[in-house]
Nanobody, 126 residues
Framework: QVQLVESGGGSVQAGGSLRLSCAVS????????IGWFRQAPAKLREGVAA????????NYGDSVKGRFIISRDKAKNTLYLQMNSLKPEDTAMYYC???????????????????WGQGTQVTVSS
């Protein structure tokens, strides 16, 4: 069982930075894949960034490559999303999600993730 709690969302001006946090209850038991999704009004939920703790591999959506960084603090059992050079189109509800068993096999399809946080709102103004 994995519980996820996001925090760190807020309002920021275009070009600014924000860091999201996700507290993970798995302790030393790492999910197969854990990452961040976002969903804007009238838009599909899309994969932003993800990592495979066991393999040490990360993935990023095309729209955030070079601007966002996903990282993990094992001691604090916390996942982070550092967001730099924010744009108005980054405005969305951001969710932390975990795929425990890796049955689905993707990092970007929300249908492959069975555990979700409550979400944290990010608003970028121009």
């Amino acid at each position: 069982q994995v519980q996820l709690v996001e925090s760190g969302g807020g309002s920021v001006q275009a070009g600014g930075s924000l860091r999201l946090s996700c507290a993970v209850s798995a302790y030393t038991d790492s999910p197969y894949c854990i990452g961040w999704f976002r969903q804007a009004p009238a838009k599909l939920r899309e994969g932003v960034a993800a990592m495979y703790p066991g393999a040490g591999r990360t993935n990023y959506g095309d729209s955030v490559k070079g601007r966002f960084i996903i990282s993990r603090d094992k001691a604090k059992n916390t996942l982070y999303l550092q967001m730099n050079s924010l744009k108005p189109e980054d405005t969305a509800m951001y969710y932390c999600a975990a795929d425990l068993l890796g049955i689905g096999g993707s990092w970007y399809d929300p249908r492959d993730f069975g555990h979700w946080g409550q979400g944290t709102q990010v608003t970028v103004s121009s």
